[in-house]
T-cell receptor, first 112, second 113 residues
Framework: GESVGLHLPTLSVQEGDNSIINCAYS??????FIWYKQESGKGPQFIID?????DKRQGQRVTVLLNKTVKHLSLQIAATQPGDSAVYFC???????????FGTGTSLTVIP | NAGVTQTPKFQVLKTGQSMTLQCAQD?????MSWYRQDPGMGLRLIHY???????DQGEVPNGYNVSRSTTEDFPLRLLSAAPSQTSVYFC????????????FGPGTRLTVT
C-alpha cells in the first residue's frame, strides 16, 4: 500500500506567526497532492493542491511546496490565526489509479 | 445547492446487524468515494466510483458493499457489523479524481457493540 506520513503529530504556534506542516510520501509515481483542513466534528475541507510538474503553489495565506527528489511536501500558513486551529492532512494520488491516500494528520493549535 | 449530505449522523449497531449509510450530492460529480476515519488516523478509502454503474475497491473494502445506480447517490452497506467497524465514515465527491476539489460530507459516527 501507499505510505503517506507526517513528521510531527502536533504543532503549536503563536497567533500571527507562520506555520509549517510537513508531509512525506513514498510512492514515486504520486503526481497529485492535496492539503486538507479538518475542524473538530467536521469533514475535511480542501485547502490547496499541487501537481508534480510544479514545485510551489500559492493560495490565500497558504503555500504548498513540493520536493520530488526527497518525496516531501509542506504546507505553509502565513500569519496564523486562531481559526486555523485544526488537523491538517496531506493526501496523494497517482495518475495510474483512482485512489487517494491520506497521511495521519498534524494537529495545529494557535495560541492567542 | 446542499453539497454532500450523509445520513444518519450517528448510529449504534449490535454485532451482526446490517445497515446502509446514505450519501448524496447535488453537484453532478462523477467521482464519489467512502472513507473511514479512526481515532488519531487519517482517512482510509473503502470504495469509490468514477461514474454511475461503476464501483471499485479501495484500501479497506472488506465488510462493505457499495452501488452507484445514479450519479447523485452512493450508499455504503455494512453486511454484518463488527466492533472493528466502529469509526467515523465520510463520503466525498468531485468532478474527477485529479485536479478537482473533493467535497466531503459531515460524516456518520458509527458504533458497533
Amino acid at each position: 500500500g501507499e505510505s503517506v506520513g507526517l513528521h510531527l503529530p502536533t504543532l503549536s504556534v503563536q497567533e500571527g506567526d507562520n506555520s509549517i506542516i510537513n508531509c512525506a510520501y513514498s510512492n514515486s509515481a504520486s503526481d497529485y497532492f492535496i492539503w486538507y483542513k479538518q475542524e473538530s466534528g467536521k469533514g475535511p475541507q480542501f485547502i490547496i493542491d499541487i501537481r508534480s510538474n510544479m514545485d510551489k503553489r500559492q493560495g490565500q495565506r497558504v503555500t504548498v511546496l513540493l520536493n520530488k527528489t526527497v518525496k516531501h511536501l509542506s504546507l505553509q500558513i502565513a500569519a496564523t490565526q486562531p481559526g486555523d486551529s485544526a488537523v491538517y492532512f496531506c493526501a496523494e494520488s497517482s495518475n495510474t489509479g483512482n485512489q487517494f491516500y491520506f497521511g495521519t494528520g498534524t494537529s495545529l493549535t494557535v495560541i492567542p | 445547492n446542499a453539497g454532500v449530505t450523509q445520513t444518519p449522523k450517528f448510529q449504534v449497531l449490535k454485532t451482526g446487524q446490517s445497515m446502509t449509510l446514505q450519501c448524496a450530492q447535488d453537484m453532478n460529480h462523477e467521482y464519489m468515494s467512502w472513507y473511514r476515519q479512526d481515532p488519531g488516523m487519517g482517512l482510509r478509502l473503502i470504495h469509490y466510483s468514477v461514474g454511475a454503474g461503476i464501483t471499485d475497491q479501495g484500501e479497506v473494502p472488506n465488510g462493505y458493499n457499495v452501488s452507484r445506480s445514479t450519479t447523485e447517490d452512493f450508499p455504503l452497506r455494512l453486511l454484518s457489523a463488527a466492533p472493528s467497524q466502529t469509526s467515523v465514515y465520510f463520503c466525498a465527491s468531485s468532478y474527477s479524481v485529479q485536479g478537482y476539489e473533493q467535497y466531503f460530507g459531515p460524516g456518520t459516527r458509527l458504533t458497533v457493540t
